[in-house]
């Protein structure tokens, strides 16, 4: 019986990996399709306004002048 239960969830667990390992490759494909159409399109679009982000309120530091 307990085989045959890890059994059972070693093939499920197979499926599941199967599965992931598919749609990491799916993106993956996605991302060098896009690469190889525009390069430059992708450039910008991947890393436009990483450095241009404003701080939000989580950003800042707490100091007792702002429990005031």
Do not use: C
Not at 3 to 23: D, F
Not at 39 to 44: I, L
Not at 51 to 59: G, W
Request: negative net charge; aromatic residues 8%; without cysteine.
């Amino acid at each position: 019986m307990l085989k045959t239960a890890i059994r059972v969830l070693s093939a499920l667990l197979a499926l599941v990996q199967g599965w992931q390992r598919r749609r990491e490759l799916e993106e993956q494909q996605r991302v060098a399709d896009e690469m190889a159409d525009d390069p430059a399109e992708w450039y910008n679009d991947h890393f436009f306004g990483l450095r241009d982000d404003k701080p939000n309120d989580a950003d800042k530091a707490d100091t007792d002048s702002d429990k005031r």
